[in-house]
């Protein structure tokens, strides 16, 4: 044989045992999902307050829901803490905190409310290495809230 043919032989030879190896080979384990629900939620519905997956921890829309009623209390100040804690809650099931959050969320029922919101949301962080964030207008909310926060965190 000449060197070409031989080359390609021994070339063919190896792309088999490859495909052949990686056919039998064993997929490689995804990272597992963790389920984070917090044990007070005021309401049940088909939806996980939180999932963690590999680091990144996905925190499902929140609103500041009075414990006792199920509804937002009167004063904005009191629904913004709510939501707030909330928020942290699932954050330190899974071992994580406020300064872990890297994207966050906030659709509002009334932007005027936005003076009012950023000195109380501030407040719950120890940096001032902020997440990104996005504050949006929207018509209404469920259960007459007047804000909904979700957010995407990342362990590091």
């Known amino acids: 044989m000449n060197r070409r043919v031989s080359f390609l ?6 792309a088999g045992i490859v495909s052949v190896n990686g056919a039998f080979s064993q997929p490689t ?3 597992a999902r963790k389920v984070f629900n917090s044990p007070d939620k005021t309401v ?8 963690l997956a590999g680091n990144t921890l996905y925190l499902a829309g929140r609103i ?9 209390p009167a004063a904005i100040e009191e629904e913004i803490k709510l939501m707030l804690d909330s928020l942290k809650g699932t954050l330190t099931q899974a071992g994580m905190t406020m300064d872990d959050l890297v994207y966050v ?7 005027t409310l936005f003076d009012k919101f950023n000195p109380i949301y501030k407040s719950y962080f120890t940096t001032k290495d902020y997440p990104a964030r996005e504050f949006i207008g929207a018509a209404s909310l469920l259960r007459g809230g ?10 590091h």
């Open 44 to 51: 049940q519905a088909p939806f996980s307050d939180g999932i």
């Open 146 to 155: 007047h804000f909904e926060l979700q957010a995407i965190a990342v362990k």
């Open 64 to 72: 500041g829901l009075d414990p006792k009623t199920g509804q937002p």
């Open 105 to 111: 969320q906030i659709a509002c029922t009334d932007l």
């Open 29 to 31: 384990p995804q990272s």
């Open 9 to 14: 032989v021994v070339a063919m030879v190896v």
